[in-house]
T-cell receptor, first 117, second 109 residues
Framework: DTEVTQTPKHLVMGMTNKKSLKCEQH?????MYWYKQKAKKPPELMFV???????INESVPSRFSPECPNSSLLNLHLHALQPEDSALYLC????????????????FGPGTRLTVL | GENVGLHLPTLSVQEGDNSIINCAYS??????FIWYKQESGKGPQFIID?????DKRQGQRVTVLLNKTVKHLSLQIAATQPGDSAVYFC????????FGQGTELSVKP
């Protein structure tokens, strides 16, 4: 299984809602990532988990809360989002985290298209 | 800081022709580069990579060229097909993955 799956595919939520995005991989990868991608723009890194511990938080607002329950699962909890948070949220995984000198191919999921009303 | 960018936001080619997508970077310490393809409604898909100790790497119908002197990276796609239509991103990996702005490739039948 060389696939990263994400659910839901689409999500529409109001600014007062609480929702969660889910990501799963069964490749035995120990690093998992959340990216945000706006239309016609490149993905922007949000969070990195390495061995189930948060290793990088790219100054993401606290209304986004990541969680890594185990080595195969990654969640992104959403609360009190703003319309400008509407984007494609991509999950990725790699064999290991990307330290200097390490070259680990990242496998991306199809993303969750989020719309905040 | 690091900068990985592309010269052209869009590229249109005739089916069967060769495509060349370019990317410039500013950090001379960059040592590993990747090309990703992103089709509509999908996540980025790894195409090919190259390390800084190489000038050229070939895959199936794709070739990546690295010119460290002018800090330029290119992706060549041979005999471009309609299925190659997508947005192509170059990216640099050094601690984290940094993407360039992307080039949207359209293939005319």
């Amino acid at each position: 299984d060389t696939e990263v799956t994400q659910t839901p595919k689409h999500l529409v939520m109001g600014m007062t809602n609480k929702k969660s995005l889910k990501c799963e991989q069964h490749m035995g990868h120990r690093a998992m990532y959340w990216y945000k991608q706006k239309a016609k723009k490149p993905p922007e890194l949000m969070f990195v988990y390495s061995y189930e511990k948060l290793s990088i938080n790219e100054s993401v607002p606290s209304r986004f809360s990541p969680e890594c329950p185990n080595s195969s699962l990654l969640n992104l909890h959403l609360h009190a989002l703003q319309p400008e948070d509407s984007a494609l949220y991509l999950c990725a995984s790699s064999q290991d985290s990307m330290g200097q000198g390490a070259y680990n191919e990242q496998f991306f999921g199809p993303g969750t298209r989020l719309t905040v009303l | 800081g690091e900068n990985v960018g592309l010269h052209l936001p869009t590229l249109s080619v005739q089916e069967g022709d060769n495509s060349i997508i370019n990317c410039a970077y500013s950090n001379s310490a960059s040592d590993y580069f990747i090309w990703y393809k992103q089709e509509s409604g999908k996540g980025p898909q790894f195409i090919i990579d190259i390390r800084s100790n190489m000038d050229k790497r070939q895959g199936q119908r794709v070739t990546v060229l690295l010119n460290k002197t002018v800090k330029h990276l290119s992706l060549q796609i041979a005999a471009t097909q309609p299925g190659d239509s997508a947005v192509y991103f170059c990216a640099h990996q050094g601690g984290k993955l940094i993407f360039g702005q992307g080039t949207e490739l359209s293939v005319k039948p």
